[in-house]
Each structure stands twice: as structure tokens, then as C-alpha cells.
């Protein structure tokens, strides 16, 4: 019996994993409507000082093809908080945590990034109550037009700022529940045994 219980308790023990539990505190969508365009916003919130485990999470989706027209540079988005070059993030094919190719299309991408903030970073940013958000495009990156293909084009980039902390999700405790169970389960019918 012991053989097959330490497995199956060291089984579930590594399937139930915390999950994160994000707060949204603030978030925009803007869409791309034309070449090297750009977007200033300011958040202004006494709260600001005061948050913790705070993550940014940015999606970008446009012509971020690897090389522009003229074939010599990359395709980029910058995306800057409070005009420091400590907290400019550049987005392209590169540095992305992850990309998806949209449509088949080869010029067609969607970039995704997140940067958690130290509690040190995050109290430099927002110490003063508040976070200027500027982000532009390299000039080659514009819309692009599937209307041809029948789908809309969604060019955009989004970026969302929550905070984010451990919190079981309902899935773990139904895992951890099924699990208790069934070590209840087995010990009593070892005791009948």
C-alpha cells in the first residue's frame, strides 16, 4: 500500500501549484491607426505609492515584422514610463517574452511583454503620485489592411499596470480537496484491511 500511496501523494502535491491573482488597477487599449504613431497619458492617484508586487503587462499587434521596408533595421514599439531610460521597454520580434504570427502573414505579429517592479523601483516611479506613459512606433510600423482577406486589421497596443499576489486559485483547493479525499479514503480502507 505504501508504495502506491507516496506517489500518489507526491503527485498531487506537484499538481497543486498557487496560481497569481491580478487586481487591475489601470489599463488602456489604443489602436494603431497610422506609421510612427505615438501616445502620451499621465496617471495621477495618491493610491500609487502605496501598491505592491505591481506588474506591467504591454501587447502589442501591428507590422512588427523583423525588418522594415528597406531591409536594415528592426521593427519596434517603445514603450516608456516617466521619459527614463531605466523603465524604457523596446518591443519587437527580439525581445518579446513571446510573439504569435496573426493570419499567416509574414509582416503580421502580436508581442507580448510583462515586467514585474522591485518595491524599490515601483516607490522611485510612483513616489511623486504619478506615472507619465509614453509609447511610439518606429516610423515603418503602421496599420495593416486584411479587409481583403475579410478580417478586421486589430492593430493596437494595449498595456495594463496591476498588482498581482499568491492567492490559491478555486481549481487548487478542488485539486487539494479530491486529494485529502482520497488519502481518506485509502487510510480508512486500510484500517478495515
Known amino acids: 500500500m505504501k508504495k502506491f500511496t507516496y506517489p500518489l501523494f507526491a503527485a ?4 497543486s501549484s498557487f496560481a497569481n491573482a491580478a487586481t487591475v488597477f489601470f489599463s488602456d487599449s489604443t489602436d494603431i491607426t497610422e506609421s510612427g504613431q505615438t501616445y502620451s497619458k499621465l496617471l495621477e492617484s495618491s493610491a500609487l505609492p502605496s501598491l505592491e508586487d505591481v ?3 504591454i501587447t502589442a499587434r501591428g507590422d512588427y515584422n523583423k525588418y522594415d521596408v528597406g531591409g536594415s533595421s528592426n521593427e519596434f514599439l517603445t514603450f516608456t514610463i516617466d521619459d527614463s531610460s531605466l ?3 523596446e ?6 517574452d513571446s510573439f504569435t504570427q496573426i493570419n499567416g502573414d509574414t509582416n503580421y505579429y502580436e508581442l507580448n511583454y510583462t515586467h514585474t517592479f522591485s518595491s524599490s523601483e515601483w516607490n522611485a516611479l ?3 503620485e504619478r ?3 509614453i509609447w511610439s512606433n518606429s516610423s515603418a510600423v503602421g496599420d495593416i489592411d486584411f479587409e481583403s482577406r475579410g478580417t478586421q486589421s486589430g492593430d493596437l497596443v494595449s498595456y495594463r499596470f496591476s498588482t498581482v499576489s499568491a492567492i490559491p486559485e478555486p481549481s487548487t483547493y478542488a485539486l487539494m480537496i479530491a486529494g485529502l ?3 481518506g479514503f485509502m487510510v480508512s480502507r486500510r484500517k478495515k484491511a
Open 12 to 15: 498531487l502535491v506537484g499538481f
Open 55 to 57: 506588474q506591467l503587462s
Open 87 to 89: 523603465y524604457s521597454f
Open 91 to 96: 518591443l519587437n520580434i527580439d525581445s518579446a
Open 126 to 128: 510612483a513616489g511623486d
Open 131 to 133: 506615472i507619465d506613459i
Open 181 to 183: 479525499g482520497l488519502v
